[in-house]
Structure formats: C-alpha cells, structure tokens
C-alpha cells in the first residue's frame, strides 16, 4: 500500500518531467530551418567531408553556429582532431554532410 508521501513524491517527479518536457517542446520550435551543411555553404565556412561525417574548422563563428544547433563542440557529439593537411584543430561533426546522404538516397530509389 502506498503511502501519502510515495504519492506527493510521485506527484512531483511528473510534475518536473511534465516542466522538462515543455521546455524541450519550447526550445525546439527555435530550432533552425536550414540543415547544418547549407548554413555552412551559406556562410561560407570551410569544410571537408569523409563519408557522412562533416569536418569544420575549430572556430568561434562554427562553435555558435554548432550551439545554435544544439551540437556542443568538443564533446562526443563533435569531436575535435588534428587536420593532417592544414595542421589546424577541426571538428568532426557525424551524420550532417548532405550530399552524401542525397546520393544514398537516390542510390536506394534507383534499386527499387
């Protein structure tokens, strides 16, 4: 049986998940339009690519432009490496290099 304090605590745990909830609902209609990689090409940002895996150079401007995209750099989500042919600190930013993903699409679509 459950006690009156098991439910008050129950009660505020949703009550907290429920507030969570609506600030991620909030945030998320700020989100960008844009994919990353176009707002790269519309910048003109330097870039590079292997597979799908999109590489930035490690710069203030990339850096706000991943946040706004709530991609922390430096972090698993975009970890940084030693470009071996410009020397410099980049990011590895996974899964947002578009054409790769254009051209698998439309690799699938001629298969079927």
């Known amino acids: 049986m459950r006690t009156r304090r098991s439910w008050r605590n129950q009660d505020r745990l949703y009550t907290a998940i429920g507030r969570d909830l609506a600030r991620a609902a909030a945030a998320d209609t700020a989100a960008p339009v844009e994919s990353l990689y176009q707002a790269v ?27 706004t995209y709530k991609i922390e750099p430096y972090t698993p989500a975009a970890p940084s490496f030693r470009h071996a042919v410009h020397g410099t600190r980049w990011l590895d930013v996974p899964f947002k290099y578009d054409p790769w993903w254009e051209a698998r699409r439309a690799q699938r679509g001629g298969n079927r």
């Open 41 to 67: 090409i519309r910048l003109g940002i330097d870039h590079d690519h292997h597979e799908s895996d999109l590489y930035l150079p490690a710069t203030a401007q990339v850096c706000t432009l991943l946040k």
